[in-house]
């Protein structure tokens, strides 16, 4: 258990619709990322950050966003949903971003 | 130039035998290199990570072996076993991006009893 948890684990839904993943961070972690698992694009990162700031970004969709509250928990939110949206999203969080990432156990979103 | 790239896709090894894994890079600001191993239907776990100034780092029965020049490093698993069986991930990160990991493709283990 790295200490990282997300919720839902399983979320099907239907185009056109909006989602919202949630993640804690491990105790004390003030970073949190948020990567996305496709067969055909394996992982990828999608954004980070930091204390409540937006540190970095990836190729992470308009369509998405994605925020961290004071008490450092994060959410990212999916709209206007396609099939390709369909994959794993895994959130990890890290000490600093100079750190190792721990990662959650994902939440797998299908879109129907 | 930010890829990393992962070799082979996938590796059947006998138990007892060493399984070795091989990933190489372009951009020399990397600074970190993590590998991850991720059971199905589980989120990927941190293995071992090196960082450039060191040529190897052995945990257990897990080595990162790292060659700057060429820009490759490796991870080699000795006396493998069944349990070992999982994907494994390679990545990279450079502090100023933030430290978002870039992955490679990741390589199917398989260790046969």
């Known amino acids: 258990d790295s200490g990282v948890t997300q919720t839902p684990k399983h979320l099907i839904t239907a185009t056109g619709q909006r989602v919202t993943l949630r993640c804690s961070p491990r105790?004390?972690?003030?970073?949190v990322y948020w990567y996305q698992q496709s067969l055909d694009q394996g992982l990828q990162f999608l954004i980070q950050?930091?204390?409540?700031?937006?540190?970095a970004k990836g190729n992470i969709l308009e369509r998405f966003s994605a925020q961290q509250f004071p008490d450092l928990h994060s959410e990212l939110n999916l709209s206007s949903l396609e099939l390709g949206d369909s994959a794993l999203y895994f959130c990890?969080?890290?000490?600093?971003?100079?750190?190792?990432?721990?990662f959650g156990p994902g939440t797998r979103l299908t879109v129907l | 130039q930010q890829q990393v790239k992962q070799s082979p896709q996938s590796l059947i090894v006998q138990k007892g035998g060493i399984s070795i894994i091989n990933c190489a890079y372009e951009n020399t600001a990397f600074d970190y290199f993590p590998w991850y191993q991720q059971f199905p239907g589980k989120g990927p776990a941190l293995l071992i990570a090196i960082r450039p100034d060191v040529s190897e780092k052995k945990e257990g029965r897990f080595t990162i072996s790292f060659n700057k020049s060429a820009k490759q490093f490796s991870l080699h698993i000795m006396d493998s076993q069944p349990g070992d069986s999982a994907t494994y991930f390679c990545?990279?990160?450079?502090?100023?991006?933030?430290?978002?990991?870039?992955f490679g493709q990741g390589t199917e283990l398989s260790v046969k009893p």
């Open positions: 105790s004390g972690d003030l970073s």
């Open positions: 990890a969080s890290s000490a600093s971003s100079v750190h190792e990432q721990f």
């Open positions: 990545a990279a990160s450079w502090y100023n991006q933030g430290g978002k990991l870039i």
């Open positions: 950050y930091y204390n409540g700031e937006e540190r």
